[in-house]
């Protein structure tokens, strides 16, 4: 069955410092992955996205995530955390097909504190 | 350009009542997919409405259902209210299946 695990269910971290959220995946096919981020009251905004080719991925906001197809990871990077970082994070597998379907399958969620 | 937008933004209802709520995807968008969140289930997936057909559907009671029409515009509608149906709904549209989707603010529904 397809799932996704955020293991990190709260995260605070000082300004400044660099993050690392974590999510693995379990999905039949070659993934598409995707973090959004959810300010309160509000909806989802991409942050990134992995289809295909480098595993390396850049987003908006100077995040970038990895993805590892040996560990069924996709974890999300930051080298330097702003307090406007304060948010929710979801990590997400897209059971997709172009023609076919559509369909988004979310982590729990990573909700972040950022400390002056 | 403008970004999905979803209508009304708050709601407030009485059990067994019925709900209408209305997304405007972005434009060029002809998918539409919804998304119920609640702090005990997280984001779930209801269904997906591409050129007026529903593509995918989740596993919720048929009380939920959902239309597209011809400009793309997506309703869904939730018949016979319970408690449990209070949560933020999300509507995200996208190009076409197999394409990220872009998320709106939500509309929040509250069961009384």
């Known amino acids: 069955a397809q799932s996704v695990t955020q293991p990190d269910i709260h995260i605070t971290v000082s300004e400044g410092a660099s993050l690392e959220l974590r999510c693995n995946y379990s999905y039949g096919a070659t993934p598409y992955l995707f973090w959004y981020v959810q300010s309160p009251g509000q909806g989802l905004q991409l942050l990134l996205k992995?289809?295909?080719?480098?595993?390396l991925v850049q987003g908006i906001k100077g995040f970038e995530a990895e993805f590892k197809r040996s560990q069924s990871s996709f974890n999300l990077r930051k080298p330097s955390v702003h307090w406007s970082d304060a948010a929710e994070y979801f990590c997400?597998?897209?059971?997709?097909?172009?023609?076919?379907?559509?369909?988004?399958?979310f982590g729990a969620g990573t909700r972040l504190a950022v400390h002056p | 350009k403008a970004g999905v937008t979803q209508t009304p933004r708050y709601l407030i209802k009485t059990r067994g009542q019925q709900v209408t709520l209305s997304c405007s995807p972005i434009s060029g968008h002809r998918s539409v997919s919804w998304y119920q969140q609640t702090p005990g289930q997280g984001l779930q997936f209801l269904f997906e409405y591409f050129s007026e057909t529903q593509r995918n559907k989740g596993n919720f009671p048929g009380r939920f259902s959902g239309r597209q029409f011809s400009n793309s515009r997506s309703e869904m509608n939730v018949s016979t209210l319970e408690l449990g149906d209070s949560a933020l709904y999300l509507c995200?549209?996208?190009?076409?299946?197999?394409?990220?989707?872009?998320f709106g603010p939500g509309t929040r529904l509250t069961v009384l």
């Open positions: 995200a549209s996208s190009r076409d299946t197999g394409n990220e989707q872009f």
């Open positions: 997400a597998v897209g059971a997709l097909k172009s023609g076919g379907y559509n369909k988004l399958i």
């Open positions: 992995y289809f295909s080719g480098d595993t």
